[in-house]
């Protein structure tokens, strides 16, 4: 009787870690899409720098760097999130599996497979810093193009 609760309250582990790993993988793909979605936008603000000759609406890449940012902000914030979700996961996964690590295990092989998301949430979080930085960069090479415009502006008229 006791081996059958231990199999059903195995089961029900299982059932609830499944349940987060496809939490967890929506979650990964709707982060994917927004980061996509932020390289999107910076590729046409970055040649719009790049480009001398082409001078940039003030408003309009006002507008687009906010955009930015606060995708930005959104994708860090969920990032930090899962994060979190995952580490409470996997650190209930070890303290359930601890005394069984046999490959055989499902609980160990879950484990594993946590661990390796875990792994591919800090990668994503590494770049999205990256990310972060592309999105300052920009943001300083638009203040200084805007400068730059402003006192040719004042030159043309004085």
């Not at 760097?65 to 899962?82: F, V």
Request: overall charge negative; aromatic content about 4%.
């Amino acid at each position: 009787s006791s081996g059958i609760n231990a199999e059903y309250g195995l089961n029900n582990e299982v059932e609830k870690v499944r349940a987060d790993q496809q939490r967890l993988n929506h979650d990964l793909d709707f982060i994917s899409s927004q980061q996509q979605e932020l390289e999107d936008m910076l590729g046409p603000l970055e040649e719009k720098i790049k480009s001398a000759g082409v001078t940039l609406n003030n408003q309009h890449s006002d507008n687009e760097r906010e955009k930015i940012y606060t995708l930005a902000e959104q994708i860090d914030s969920q990032l930090q999130q899962m994060s979190g979700d995952i580490t409470e996961v996997v650190e209930h996964l070890n303290s359930v599996n601890t005394s069984n690590q046999d490959e055989g295990n499902p609980m160990y092989q879950i484990s594993k497979i946590l661990n390796m998301h875990m792994d591919a949430l800090v990668w994503i979080d590494q770049h999205s810093t990256v990310l972060q930085k592309k999105v300052e960069d920009v943001s300083v090479l638009c203040e200084a193009r805007k400068k730059e415009q402003a006192n040719n502006f004042k030159m043309a008229f004085e």
